[in-house]
């Protein structure tokens, strides 16, 4: 019976995803003609995507248990790192975080129709790690939106896991914090990955929890931007991250 009940909820789950989608989608394109500053009109997309997250967050009826959002600073420019262990993830933090922010996502889901056009619209940025031209014009433009004081959402792993367990950090992010001096706020998300891991459509639903760390400053590797140091940074934010498990 619980079989039967895990399929029809994820139908559901799935049919209100492209529902918002469209139905968000199309109501945020038609107000957003009516803005005309540029800025304005970014974050009436975001607001839209925030919207959009929080109804699927709700839809995939998750209980989810949020630790430590009084360690998010108010007022500061700061990149927030979770692990990412399902598409989930984007919807919970869409849904949880109180502050404005930016997602860097990877660049398929910006091929998803409605989806995609939307995110773009709302200033998220796009990351490709094939192409390495790519991702370097990405680092930066991530460094200087950091430095106009917009906030983002940087997965390190760079990609979902296939297992549960954290993956290694990526080298870009690192780059990412050396560069714009921005304190980080580690997140650690468990659950998810039980509830839809990665080539699966069928949600379970479970509890899931997510604890957010005190801003972090890596004060020692910003004036030495190399390789050794990047990946030393990365390798201890991703230790940040994981001891938050406790």
């Known amino acids: 019976m619980s079989g039967i009940f895990s399929y029809i909820h ?11 989608s469209v139905i968000i989608g199309s109501a945020s394109y ?9 800025d304005e009109k970014s974050r009436f997309y975001q607001k839209g995507a925030r919207l959009w997250g929080s109804l699927l967050a709700d839809a ?3 209980k989810v248990r949020v630790m430590g959002l009084e360690n998010i600073p108010s007022g500061t420019t700061v990149i927030f790192t979770p692990n990412h262990q399902s598409y989930l993830d984007i ?12 997602f860097v996502i990877m660049r398929k889901l910006f091929k998803v129709p409605l989806i995609g056009y939307h995110i773009a619209q709302a200033g998220f940025i796009s990351l490709d790690r094939k192409d390495r031209k790519r991702s370097i014009q990405t680092i930066h433009k991530v460094i200087d939106l950091l430095k106009n004081n917009e906030s983002f959402v940087i997965f390190p792993e760079g990609k979902l896991t296939r297992d549960g367990t954290v993956g290694e950090f990526g080298r870009g992010t690192s780059i990412i914090i050396q560069r714009s001096r921005v304190p980080v ?18 949600i379970r639903r479970g509890p899931v929890t997510v604890k957010i760390g005190r801003p972090v400053h890596f004060e020692e590797y910003y004036d030495n931007v190399d390789k050794k140091r ?3 940074l990365g390798n201890e934010l991703r230790e940040v991250v994981v001891n938050l498990k406790g």
């Not at 038609?30 to 540029?38: D, E, G, S, V, Y």
């Not at 919807?91 to 930016?102: A, Q, S, T």
């Open 60 to 62: 995939a009826s998750l």
């Open 30 to 38: 038609i107000i957003a003609l009516f803005i005309k500053n540029p």
């Open 10 to 20: 994820s139908v559901v789950f799935w049919f209100l995803t492209f529902f918002y």
């Open 185 to 202: 706020v580690p997140i650690l998300i468990d659950g998810t990955f039980t509830a839809l891991p990665k080539g699966r459509w069928r």
């Open 91 to 102: 919807f919970i933090l869409l849904k949880i975080l109180p502050v404005p922010f930016r």
């Open 230 to 232: 990047s990946l030393e």
